[in-house]
């Protein structure tokens, strides 16, 4: 058994957890969560001004968020912040990041994959991409689910494909917060798997959208460089309201204006 790692300090932005986490962190801890694959399922959540705007109005994500077993910084001015206030090691956990860096890792441990998002020559596309630059790899599915909830014979299907399979890591692309309502719904019925939430990751590995140049995603100015590129209709409202909205009430947290630092569970009850 992996010893079990330490705590890691946090900070609440609005509400939010947000976890002062390095890449190390992360594998540290999907190396434990791993070892037993007989428990429930495990989440990494990569939170940013958008999915805290998005949790102000919206208890029951808020909850969810705040019950990932790992909320990673994925935005640069989030990890500024932490770097400065919280732990001085604390990194980006951006989804085109965390699934390279896992799938270089995997190909020494064994561990396999389950690709679940985006459109299906999106993820088809990201999967021969992954496998020629890691020989090695080993993605056991993979699926497109529509633009639509899923029916109930549909979704036993994909829990009796996962359990099936027994991927070690789900990586789920399905876009803020779609992504993280699907994967609080299924942590219990799949096991022993870790469910990381990587948002448009699907369409940077699979081609469909440009990533940013390094320089530009580490100053902090990767959403201008998105506005510029086929989404900007859909990422217009996400980088002026969302983002406005939270420096708003950041603002107002840290003049203790609002209390912040944390939201009650709308599933626990009173205190």
């Not at 459109?119 to 999967?127: G, N």
């Not at 940077?204 to 959208?209: M, N, P």
Request: charged share 25%; net charge positive.
């Amino acid at each position: 058994m992996v010893n079990a790692p330490a705590p890691l300090p946090s900070t609440h932005f609005i509400g939010v957890r947000v976890d002062a986490a390095t890449f190390d962190d992360l594998f540290q801890r999907i190396d434990r969560w791993l070892a037993d694959k007989s428990t429930r399922s495990h989440y990494v959540a990569c939170l940013n001004a958008y999915c805290a705007s998005l949790a102000l109005d919206d208890p029951r994500l808020a909850a969810i968020y705040d019950r990932a077993d790992l909320a990673g910084a994925d935005g640069m001015p989030f990890v500024h912040w932490m770097r400065a206030f919280v732990r001085p090691h604390c990194d980006r956990l951006y989804g085109p990041d965390i699934i390279l860096r896992l799938a270089e890792r995997a190909e020494g441990r064994g561990h396999t994959f389950y690709l679940y998002g985006g459109t299906q020559q999106v993820v088809t596309e990201m999967r021969t991409r992954l496998e020629d630059r890691f020989p090695r790899l080993r993605i056991v599915g993979w699926r497109a689910p529509p633009f639509r909830p899923l029916t109930e014979a549909e979704d036993r299907e994909v829990c009796a494909e996962l359990n099936r399979l027994k991927p070690d890591i789900v990586l789920v692309g399905l876009g803020t917060p779609k992504q993280d309502f699907w994967i609080a719904e299924h942590l219990e019925s799949v096991r022993g798997a870790v469910f990381i939430a990587v948002g448009a990751a699907f369409d940077f590995l699979g081609g469909r959208v440009k990533a940013a140049p390094r320089i530009v995603q580490r100053s902090g100015f990767e959403w201008l460089y998105r506005l510029a590129g086929p989404d900007f209709r859909r990422l217009f409202p996400r980088y002026t309201v969302h983002n406005a909205r939270f420096l708003w009430h950041f603002a107002l947290q840290l003049a203790h204006l609002q209390n912040r630092s944390r939201r009650p569970d709308p599933d626990s009850g009173p205190d």
